[in-house]
């Protein structure tokens, strides 16, 4: 009975296993973020830990393609094919479908489906409502795929709006001085601008160099970030009192100490630990992060009721152990090249766009 | 409590000396007493709780939460009282935020039995911020970078006077300070500084670079061996019953009295004398390990007085009888001082011994050859020169242009990195801590064993690359510290310098460095050309 057994149920690890490369589906011979060049891939989303250029073959959703295309070049892949949210795309005898994440603009999660077996990868996700990108979407499943980043009781991060509220209650007490808020500059920096235009601040932002190209995409994409000037053009020493949004890694560039007597904040989850701002030279530490946090892990965790977890990247032990607790069977993946500990963002980029 | 809270949560960002300075002022300006007293004394560490400890914390918050899910919290932080405060399960608006007098009344009062709901139903009360600046207040370590000094001096501008003058009459006050503050806004006189035995400000020295000996006349000088020791200022005056006070104070003023009973009974003289605290056998200096026996103790046992018996190698005088002589040149001084001594005729006070020299390169020589110059027996704790102005007054804190150290070139070895442990405070979630090895010959061949740990010597910069080659070199793991690939063909080496080198028997190697650091890190040079465990024997003093 050949049929009966080409039907039977899949073992987890035959539809899905973590190779060096990335997460890869053998029946579908296709990776998920993958890590090294592969012949065919399914990205979540434009992160550069998560989107590498030199693949042949990319499946993503349409924003991702653009995001990827931006940063590097047309050509980053032989082949791109762009995927709608909620439908499904046959593979092999395997389905794949992607659904929103609510990490950044574009950003999925993947559902892996074959012979009743159903797998979600997650990706990078957050539940915080974000005014840049669609909600994420719980899709109750078997085994769930997620990340940790924030997978410590100690990352719980507040409110953004309240977050953004610090930052502009500082520019009103110090109207002199250039607060420099470093933020990824996908994603974090738009959503950053974002929220400040949602409290009510009408003055021109500005933004650096390597934050020009997405902050213009997001724009054509219709979310709405009021005047957006770049810092190039401008004569620094007239910026006391204003906004200037700039990679991290610009925060400590000679770049930021040209600005008038600057105030540097940092928008990210790292912020909730005072050790983190203090070695980044942080005066104006801003809890805003695009990763769920503790109780947001936890919550999704109970609401996809998955039999099982997996876990990729970031604090995966401390995660792993509660899920033990929960009485949820949990394994660590440790999948190497996403997020060194969250923080990666290529200094490349910056170099390139720095002004 | 919320003011309080907003200032520490403040001042932890500020990088800024002087704006660290403004908030402090511009806090205990606008804040009313008793708070801002006690806010003070937090500051200058003058709020210790008998009954409110560290232990009291992590009770508390294990009955809150998953102990391994604290641990790894706690290892990821790095600091007790943020993690605490981070993990504590918030329920807001449980009761009313607490005022800070009322908290450090209690918290003083409180027997043990009562703190733990206490404690608890205020951290019930407050955000997180709160949270943390009442922990950091219970367990004593603000860790805010603001010193003492820097929270005197703020006190001190509230009434435009040098905080020198603060520092007189700071030992004979109490938290909340009403006096103080009464004083320096003007309100009331001067307290009277009501301690016999205060301490004054230490006077440091620069280190010396081989371009200033240029600028320098060997006659305006006099040098003295820069003993490996601990620096120490004691201090003996009467109380106004006639009683004898004598205090022995850290270079920070820190009071250790307590565990050097056989030095304070010696000075029956009134003064303040700034020397070495050093321990001595048969009239020889011993090692700094030897010396370690007897620090950080809160008491100390008449076997150990027996065993380790403490001097100080005394090398100013700052006050003579009920004289203030700091503004004396330094001549004048040691003048005074020899006589002070000859006085006292103490075997446990002796006088810091001059180098003799007429030139800079005598002096090199000698620093080069303490033995033959005057040290002898004591030369292995010598650590190099002391060069100061015949004419300098004892100034505060570290005044340019009057006292210098010339210390002796650093020893240099080649070692492995081993393995890396995450650092605490600024460093949390780097690796920072690294064990070194080098070479010996083992049973089953030639092997690596460990013989030092250091954990600063490196930038910024170079600890990033560090600490990514740990992460991508990692072979095992146990707990915060993780085991890096260590074998001939492949590893990290490290250049490290040490002051000195000791036998010793806690160490599988036999033997363990002093002050050790990382030098250079060598990424080009493989492992198997780190050096070996003879070349460090070979640098062993030769009396053990």
């Keep these: 009975m050949t049929l009966a057994r080409q039907s039977a149920r899949w073992r987890p690890s035959e539809l899905l296993l973590p190779t060096p490369a990335g997460l890869f589906c053998p029946p579908a011979d296709i990776y998920i973020d993958p890590v090294r060049p592969v012949a065919r891939a399914l990205i979540t989303h434009g992160h550069s830990d998560h989107a590498r250029a030199g693949h042949g073959a990319v499946l993503a959703t349409r924003e991702t393609l653009a995001i990827m295309a931006l940063r590097y070049g047309e050509g980053f892949s032989r082949a791109q094919q762009a995927v709608v949210p909620g439908e499904v795309i046959r593979i092999g005898e395997v389905d794949f479908r992607f659904v929103p994440a609510g990490h950044v603009l574009g950003s999925a999660q993947i559902v892996v489906e074959s012979r009743g077996l159903r797998i979600v990868v997650s990706g990078d996700y957050k539940r915080e409502r974000d005014p840049t990108c669609a909600t994420f979407e719980p899709v109750p499943c078997d085994i769930f795929i997620t990340e940790a980043t924030f997978g410590l009781p100690v990352f719980r991060h507040p409110p953004a709006a309240g977050e953004v509220g610090k930052l502009l209650e500082s520019v009103r007490l110090f109207p002199e001085r250039t607060h420099i808020v470093g933020a990824y500059s996908l994603g974090k920096a738009q959503r950053v601008m974002a929220l400040i235009r949602e409290a009510g601040y009408e003055r021109p932002i500005h933004i650096h160099g390597a934050v020009e190209k997405i902050t213009a995409f997001y724009q054509a994409e219709g979310v709405p970030l009021g005047e957006i000037h770049m810092v190039a053009g401008a004569d620094r020493k007239v910026l006391g009192g204003e906004i200037v949004i700039c990679p991290p890694s610009a925060t400590q560039d000679l770049w930021a100490r040209r600005f008038p007597d600057p105030v540097t904040a940092f928008a990210s989850g790292w912020m909730r630990i005072r050790a983190r701002a203090r070695q980044k030279g942080v005066e104006l530490p801003l809890v805003i992060s695009d990763h769920a946090d503790w109780d947001d892990l936890l919550a999704t965790i109970r609401e996809v009721q998955a039999g099982e977890i997996w876990v990729t990247h970031g604090e995966a032990d401390a995660l792993v152990h509660w899920c033990g607790t929960a009485g949820l069977k949990a394994r660590p993946l440790h999948l190497v090249g996403y997020g060194d500990e969250g923080e990666a963002e290529d200094a490349g980029e910056v170099a390139d766009a720095a002004v | ?544």
């Design chain 2, 1 to 544: 409590m919320n003011r309080f809270a907003w200032l520490l949560d403040r001042l932890a960002y500020e990088p800024r000396r002087n704006a660290k300075l403004a908030l402090i002022v511009d806090y205990l300006r606008s804040t009313p007493d008793p708070d801002r007293g006690y806010a003070l004394a937090a500051m200058t560490g003058g709020l210790v709780f008998r009954n409110a400890k560290a232990g009291l914390i992590r009770a508390l918050i294990a009955e809150r939460t998953d102990p391994v899910l604290f641990a790894l919290s706690y290892d990821y932080v790095g600091d007790l009282s943020e993690t605490v405060a981070l993990m504590w399960p918030a329920r807001h608006g449980a009761n009313a935020v607490p005022h800070l007098p009322e908290v450090v009344q209690s918290l003083r009062e409180a027997g043990k039995t009562d703190l733990p709901r206490l404690v608890a139903s205020w951290l019930d009360a407050l955000d997180e911020t709160g949270r943390w600046a009442l922990l950091k207040l219970i367990t004593g370590a603000l860790r805010i970078g603001v010193s003492s000094r820097l929270a005197k001096t703020a006190a001190a501008s509230l009434g435009g006077v040098a905080v020198d003058e603060v520092e007189q009459v700071w030992h004979g006050l109490e938290p909340p300070y009403a006096e103080l503050f009464a004083w320096l806004e003007g309100k009331s006189p001067r307290p009277e500084a009501r301690d016999p035995a205060p301490f004054r400000p230490v006077m440091l020295s620069h280190a010396i670079e081989d371009g200033d000996f240029d600028k320098l006349d060997p006659a305006e000088f006099s040098a003295e061996w820069k003993w490996d020791g601990i620096r120490v200022q004691v201090a003996s005056g009467l109380r106004a019953d006639g009683s004898r006070l004598t205090r022995l104070y850290s270079r920070t003023g820190e009071d250790i009295a307590v565990a050097f009973p056989d030095l304070v009974e010696e000075l029956t003289q009134d003064g303040a004398l700034d020397g070495e605290l050093l321990v001595m056998r048969e009239s020889a200096v011993q090692s700094f390990n030897t010396l370690q026996q007897r620090l950080n103790r809160k008491t100390v046992t008449p076997k150990m007085l027996g065993e380790f018996p403490a001097h100080i190698r005394v090398y100013d005088l700052l006050v003579d009888g009920d004289e203030d002589i700091r503004h004396l040149p330094f001549e004048e001084r040691r003048e005074r001082l020899e006589a002070f001594l000859s006085r006292l005729a103490s075997v446990r006070f002796d006088l810091s011994p001059v180098i003799p020299f007429q030139t800079w390169e005598e002096l090199a020589a000698a620093r080069a050859d303490p033995a033959a110059a005057g040290a002898g027996a004591d030369a292995e704790a010598v650590e190099g020169c002391m060069i100061k102005r015949l004419d300098s007054p004892y100034l505060a804190g570290r005044p340019k242009g009057y006292w210098w150290k010339w210390k002796r070139d650093a020893r240099l070895v080649d070692c492995v990195l081993m393995y890396a442990q995450r650092g605490h405070g600024k460093r949390s979630s780097f690796y920072s801590d690294y064990t070194f090895g080098v070479w010996r010959s083992g049973e089953g061949g030639e092997e690596l064993v460990p013989v030092g740990k250091a954990y600063f010597g490196f930038t910024d910069e170079e600890l990033l690359e560090i600490d990514k080659y740990v992460r991508k070199n990692t072979v095992n793991r146990f707990g915060p510290v993780r085991e890096v690939t260590h074998d001939a063909g492949s590893g990290l080496v490290f250049e490290v310098a040490f002051e000195g080198l000791q036998r010793s028997t806690r160490h599988k190697s036999g033997l363990a460095m002093r002050f050790p650091r990382i030098n250079r890190i060598r990424w080009d040079k493989p492992p198997r050309e780190a050096d070996r465990i003879e070349t460090l024997e070979a640098m062993l003093p030769t009396n053990g």
